[in-house]
């Protein structure tokens, strides 16, 4: 009997642990985003409120700006999307592109690597470390 409850309690709290985990991780996590985001946009795109462009626009502002606002020599790839269908710069629209930005934006220069782009950016897979980005990047402002 003793060892019943034991396994019981055991179980309970295993259980706890692991939905205490998933809640946890069901917010997104700034600080994290803030890694991420200096590590896979901050070699190209500077992050500041100087708000200067570099290999490519600079991000301060970014969530819910209109696409391709921004004085940059955009790709006539990203331009043919921006201008034809233009679109805000919101979570969803930065979650497809965080996603894939080569399936978002086909032939957008930041995915190309044979285009001269040693860097280029091909996604993030995880949905929890998307999430983290997109609320770190809503931070700058």
Aim: aromatic share 10%; hydrophobic share 50%.
């Amino acid at each position: 009997m003793l060892s019943k409850i034991i396994l019981w309690g055991a179980l309970t709290l295993a259980m706890g642990a692991l939905l205490f985990g998933v809640w946890v991780r069901a917010w997104p996590d700034v600080e994290m985003g803030r890694r991420l985001t200096e590590n896979n946009c901050g070699v190209c795109h500077d992050l500041t409120a100087t708000q200067k462009n570099r290999k490519g626009p600079f991000l301060w502002g970014v969530v819910n700006r209109p696409a391709g606002v921004v004085d940059f020599a955009y790709s006539a790839a990203f331009l043919s999307i921006a201008h034809v269908k233009p679109f805000v710069w919101d979570e969803a629209h930065l979650e497809r592109f965080i996603t894939d930005p080569g399936a978002f934006i086909p032939m957008t220069r930041m995915a190309q690597r044979d285009a001269g782009h040693p860097l280029a950016f091909e996604g993030i897979e995880s949905a929890a470390n998307r999430r983290d980005v997109i609320a770190y990047l809503s931070t700058l402002k």
